[in-house]
């Protein structure tokens, strides 16, 4: 098992938890009022590591963002979850700066991308979306309801609100 460090950072949606392990992000989350945030006891196991050269990276690609810069993403990533989640978390990957894009819309990619018979289930999509570990830099917070309303998000509606309205300044 490789080492996990982390850093705390402050944005203008409060403290994010930022992880790595030697060579990759592994997560990012809203440090308070955050679903699927890490527990205490997988968390007493990282090593806080403000000065790693990869969570400086990202914490300045946070502040990039946050200055609506449209930073590039060049940041290595590596998931943890399960196959289906990982290919949601990749096509989360291409929706671009402020774009949206539908649960239905990215369960019909995945479709044209596996060369499927049947679509995948929106509600799999969205709880594929939902388990997002690397939120902001992949970004789950593009994805509304197929009319046009906001969704779920792990960080609660209000942030995602605020993220779309910032990415459309």
Not at 35 to 43: D, G, I
Not at 149 to 163: I, N, P
Request: net charge negative; with cysteine.
């Amino acid at each position: 098992m490789k080492n996990v460090f982390f850093t705390f950072h402050e944005t203008p949606l409060g403290d994010v938890i930022v992880t790595c392990n030697d060579d990759s992000i592994t997560g990012l989350w809203f440090a308070s009022e955050q679903r699927h945030l890490p527990t205490e006891q997988q968390m007493s196991d990282w090593g806080e590591q403000p000065d790693n050269l990869l969570l400086m990276r990202a914490t300045s690609w946070l502040d990039s963002y946050f200055a609506c810069e449209n930073p590039p993403v060049e940041l290595p990533l590596a998931f943890t979850g399960t196959e289906f989640q990982i290919k949601v978390w990749l096509l989360l990957c291409s929706i671009g700066y402020g774009q949206t894009t539908t649960y239905l819309e990215l369960a019909q990619q995945l479709q044209h991308q596996e060369k499927r018979e049947v679509t995948p289930a929106a509600q799999a999509i969205g709880q594929a979306v939902g388990r997002n570990p690397i939120s902001l830099i992949v970004p789950c917070h593009r994805v509304i309801g197929r009319n046009g309303s906001l969704t779920g998000y792990g960080g609660g509606l209000e942030r995602k609100r605020f993220l779309l309205d910032l990415e459309l300044i």
